[in-house]
């Protein structure tokens, strides 16, 4: 099954400063690229653990006795860990958004570029998809997810017609959704702003912002001192909450400061983000919105 090129490869793995002995965390399994990376860096008393809520990535799963893959979200990390034996572990890498094998199956229903039936599942097992939302939404809760996760300053107007047009008929395909939408959408920004929508909504059938932070809380819980994260993001709602959880450890606000102004933090950032180069973007378009940032756990 072809997941393409893991983004980042060599800088992500490099982030987590690899122990030949170490207990190392993939927490975006997918085609196991990142993973067999890590599998190359480590010695025979070495182990990973790999998650993936897609059932799709576990015709992946590598042949290797120092390798575990646990089908399921990144948010229970910390409960499947000790589930399996392992309390605390040196490292763990993050690739988050939606993997090139999901854009790529038509189905999937996650691609601008397909006609398909509105779903944008990453756990297929789950009754709650795009259709969902589209159609059963209220027009204030339609129009937050669009805002708020689309970041469109339409959203207030496409979920107006969004309501009027599923009263007429129920909108089940991407094409019946665009055609809705499609005052929205003007020739020179027509994927731009199609790719904000399926993003909004995706985010939302996949609770991908929640599931994020009560990973990112975690990573404090399970991580040994001295252990990184290195965690590769693709759009500002998903940077933002990364980026702050490792300069404040909270998401909103600022920690609370003694006498002399000082605060006590989980993590201290490793150098400064790293995003691709053109000659990676060249090769891998998906490459073009990622943002690396390693942290170290204190």
């Not at 400063?17 to 190359?40: A, C």
């Not at 339609?142 to 969004?162: C, F, H, K, Q, T």
């Amino acid at each position: 099954m072809d997941y393409h090129n893991p983004v980042l490869l060599k800088e992500t793995v490099n982030g987590l400063n690899i122990k030949p002995d170490g207990v190392y965390v993939d927490v975006t399994f997918g085609g196991g690229g990142h993973s067999r990376e890590i599998l190359s860096r480590l010695g025979p008393e070495g182990k990973l653990i790999g998650f993936d809520q897609d059932k799709d990535a576990l015709v992946n799963a590598i042949d290797d006795e120092r390798f575990l893959l646990i089908n399921q979200n990144f948010r229970f990390l910390k409960k499947f860990l000790r589930f399996h034996g392992f309390r605390t572990v040196d490292g763990i890498l993050g690739d988050f958004g939606v993997s090139s094998h999901q854009f790529d199956v038509a189905e999937r229903g996650f691609s601008t570029r397909f006609e398909a039936d509105l779903d944008m599942r990453m756990n297929r097992e789950t009754n709650f998809s795009a259709y969902t939302v589209v159609n059963k939404y209220e027009e204030g809760q339609l129009r937050d997810v669009l805002a708020n996760y689309g970041e469109l300053r339409s959203a207030p107007a496409m979920a107006r017609v969004i309501v009027a047009a599923r009263e007429e008929e129920k909108i089940k395909t991407s094409e019946q959704l665009k055609k809705v939408l499609s005052r929205f959408l003007p020739a020179h920004k027509e994927n731009k702003i199609l790719a904000q929508i399926y993003q909004a909504i995706r985010i939302e059938v996949n609770q991908e912002l929640e599931a994020l932070k009560e990973f990112l809380l975690q990573t404090n819980e399970v991580l040994e001192p001295g252990g990184r994260i290195s965690l590769i993001s693709y759009h500002s709602l998903e940077d933002r909450l990364v980026k702050r959880y490792i300069r404040n450890g909270m998401f909103e606000g600022e920690p609370e400061k003694d006498v002399f102004g000082n605060f006590e933090v989980p993590f201290k950032a490793v150098g400064k983000f790293i995003v691709p180069t053109k000659e990676e973007i060249k090769m891998n378009s998906r490459a073009r919105s990622a943002k690396l940032r390693i942290a170290e756990k204190l």
